[in-house]
T-cell receptor, first 114, second 114 residues
Framework: AQSVSQHNHHVILSEAASLELGCNYS??????LFWYVQYPGQHLQLLLK??????LVKGIKGFEAEFIKSKFSFNLRKPSVQWSDTAEYFC????????????FGTGTQLKVEL | GAGVSQTPSNKVTEKGKYVELRCDPI?????LYWYRQSLGQGPEFLIY????????DSGLPNDRFFAVRPEGSVSTLKIQRTERGDSAVYLC????????????FGSGTRLTVV
């Protein structure tokens, strides 16, 4: 069974700092990869996804993620964070071959300070 | 509707009671998913419907949990003989059925078993 690891559980940054959140998965076959975000008091929203093609994926609000197959990683990045990026971020993987079940990581709580 | 609707938003029940949680997916989404999220954890898969049938129920923790989707739209998650350990946020999501389709999540039902 696949699993997802998010190494940073809590991250605190100042506005304009650069962000990188780690995500590693364990599955040897074809995968689809996702980042979801949950803003305070809101439901989970899709930030970006990868399922084929260019391994550098661009999402909403200036976020991007890079799929590195050799490292089983899909790290999330943003060059300059804003206070409004304060949220919890979840990495998820769907193993290829059928079905659309997602396995989520435990999440990273990001706090951006003014 | 415009989004995934879950009712009730909060449910407090006594240990041993029966509860039903409802999910109304986005119109046109044939796939529907139930997840459970405990404090400090990522969403944990419970069951996935494709149309009216349960395509994968491998995440249901035991036979006290059951879900139906009789007409391929609204789904109900049913929990019998609730236990305090069932307390969590129960999330519903829907999607198109192609591989790699991102989910749209509802706001969840917070279940508290006292």
């Amino acid at each position: 069974a696949q699993s997802v690891s998010q190494h940073n559980h809590h991250v605190i940054l100042s506005e304009a700092a650069s962000l990188e959140l780690g995500c590693n998965y364990s599955y040897g076959g074809t995968v689809n990869l996702f980042w979801y975000v949950q803003y305070p008091g809101q439901h989970l929203q899709l930030l970006l996804k990868y399922f084929s093609g260019d391994p550098l994926v661009k999402g909403i609000k200036g976020f991007e993620a890079e799929f590195i197959k050799s490292k089983f990683s899909f790290n999330l990045r943003k060059p300059s964070v804003q206070w409004s990026d304060t949220a919890e971020y979840f990495c998820a993987v769907n193993a290829g071959g059928g079905g659309n079940k997602l396995t989520f990581g435990t999440g990273t709580q990001l706090k951006v300070e003014l | 509707g415009a989004g995934v609707s879950q009712t009730p938003s909060n449910k407090v029940t006594e240990k041993g009671k029966y509860v039903e949680l409802r999910c109304d997916p986005i119109s046109g989404h044939t796939a529907l998913y139930w997840y459970r999220q405990s404090l400090g954890q990522g969403p944990e898969f419970l069951i996935y419907f494709q149309g009216t049938g349960a395509a994968d129920d491998s995440g249901l923790p035991n036979d006290r949990f059951f879900a139906v989707r009789p007409e391929g739209s609204v789904s109900t998650l049913k929990i019998q003989r609730t236990e305090r350990g069932d307390s969590a946020v129960y999330l519903c999501a829907s999607s198109f059925s192609f591989q790699g389709a991102g989910y749209t999540f509802g706001s969840g039902t917070r279940l508290t078993v006292v």
